[in-house]
């Protein structure tokens, strides 16, 4: 079979580097979708992480169903922006964070560089503490002692790279289906009522005028619609190998856009399932804002002895998943930003020892209570940043000297500078309210 690249190069390339997994020249449709399956995947899992547990589980115990609406118009929100960062990837052969250093002034660039970071970093306080929590549940150890312990999953990360790109899809696709299936479990023990679960997808008036949904809808928000995520999704698109002309390009965002759109399908049902398992629990019963304490009180209210070690489970899956998402942001928003490219590990070193200060003063100063607040608030901020990656994103999708034939359609647009104004609509409504009391 020929395909475009060898397949003996299969490596982790970075964000400068050539292509690296092969596509077959000729196939069907089904052999090309395989090629092109698993850059999805790596982006999916920061869209179910344990800030996203947080915020699902706070949402389903304090109100019901009813922030179903919001996980289901935030994962819309994803696959279109993750749609456009497939795009620029492939047609631009650059991603989202090399070309904010190209069309903006050094000033800018930096800027944005340092929000990114700022993302990045909250993001693993998010693992970090999942990680911590899990950690604790399955084996008793202090959320200080599982939060370092976190600090050596780096290695495990950074092996799995130099094992190869594809290596380390399979790896993260088989978390997924351990996340998936735990949470199958949990949700028929649950035996939510169908019809209040279809009644939650249907948006209700008092979102933007109730405060304390409000700052949960908008920590959904940030937690589904990753903002390095789409300086990511740029950049591992393009460890695929394609004909360069233009057929080859619409091919390859045919199939990518499939592969991710799947892929976040997936992310979709599993925050779902979080949600409605917490409301189906503890909704009218006991008001859970705490992950432990969701814990402790799964099994007893479900009547089923292990849900909550499937529970414990796969919060430590999404953990051990989520961290990947930051380690590869991490290594393409420096080289891309500012042209530094560091080694792996001290790259990896650096990002969870920022993470890992404030958590750890966190815990220490205001105790282990405080973890699931902190675990909210750091989705908030990634919500905070979205706008300063969405927008460049949509401008440069438009844009013909960038994107040539390949620009995005005006519908298209038209839609994603909604989803844009949306975003800051939110944040900013959350903002005023905050200031304002």
């Not at 925050?271 to 629990?281: F, Q």
Request: hydrophobic share 55%; with cysteine; net charge positive.
């Amino acid at each position: 079979m020929q395909s475009a690249v060898d397949a003996s190069k299969d490596k982790w390339p970075g964000p400068s580097a050539g292509s690296t997994a092969s596509v077959p020249i000729a196939g069907g449709f089904w052999r090309k979708l395989l090629a092109f399956s698993g850059p999805g995947y790596l982006v999916a899992v920061g869209y179910m992480d344990p800030g996203n547990w947080a915020t699902d589980i706070a949402g389903g115990s304090r109100f019901g169903y009813t922030l179903l609406s919001v996980i289901l118009l935030s994962s819309l929100m994803a696959m279109l922006l993750q749609a456009l960062s497939v795009r620029l990837g492939i047609a631009s052969g650059r991603d989202l964070a090399q070309l904010c250093r190209e069309r903006y002034g050094p000033r800018t660039a930096f800027v944005l560089w340092v929000l990114c970071e700022i993302a990045i970093v909250a993001c693993d306080i998010a693992e970090v503490i999942g990680s911590a929590i899990a950690l604790k549940l399955l084996f008793g150890l202090p959320l200080i002692v599982g939060a370092v312990i976190t600090a050596f999953d780096s290695l495990l990360i950074l092996a799995l790279q130099n094992r190869g790109v594809r290596r380390l899809e399979a790896f993260i696709l088989g978390l997924i289906t351990l996340i998936g299936l735990c949470f199958l479990a949990e949700v028929a023990l649950s035996r939510p009522a169908l019809g209040a679960v279809l009644a939650g997808f249907v948006p209700t008036a008092d979102l933007l005028s109730d405060p304390a949904k409000l700052y949960v809808a908008v920590g959904i928000l940030g937690a589904t619609v990753m903002p390095h995520n789409l300086y990511l999704h740029s950049a591992v698109v393009r460890t695929r190998a394609f004909n360069q002309d233009d057929t080859g390009r619409r091919e390859a965002i045919r199939f990518a856009t499939l592969d991710s759109t799947v892929a976040l399908s997936i992310a979709f049902f599993i925050n779902a399932g979080i949600l409605i398992l917490a409301a189906a629990a503890f909704h009218g019963q006991a008001l859970v804002d705490d992950i432990e304490e969701a814990y402790r009180l799964l099994s007893p209210m479900l009547g089923a002895p292990l849900a909550s070690l499937l529970f414990a489970v796969a919060l430590l899956a999404a953990g051990q998943n989520s961290t990947v998402t930051a380690t590869l942001a991490g290594q393409v928003v420096m080289e891309g930003f500012v042209a530094l490219r560091l080694k792996p590990v001290w790259r990896r070193l650096v990002t969870r020892l920022l993470a890992l200060v404030p958590t750890v003063l966190v815990l220490a100063l205001a105790g282990e209570s405080a973890a699931t607040t902190l675990l909210i608030f750091t989705q908030v901020v990634l919500s905070l940043q979205l706008p300063f990656a969405v927008i460049p994103l949509v401008r440069f999708c438009g844009d013909r000297r960038i994107m040539g034939n390949l620009a995005a359609s005006r519908a298209t647009l038209a839609a994603a500078w909604a989803v844009a104004g949306i975003i800051v609509l939110l944040n900013g409504v959350l903002i005023v309210q905050t200031v304002t009391g």
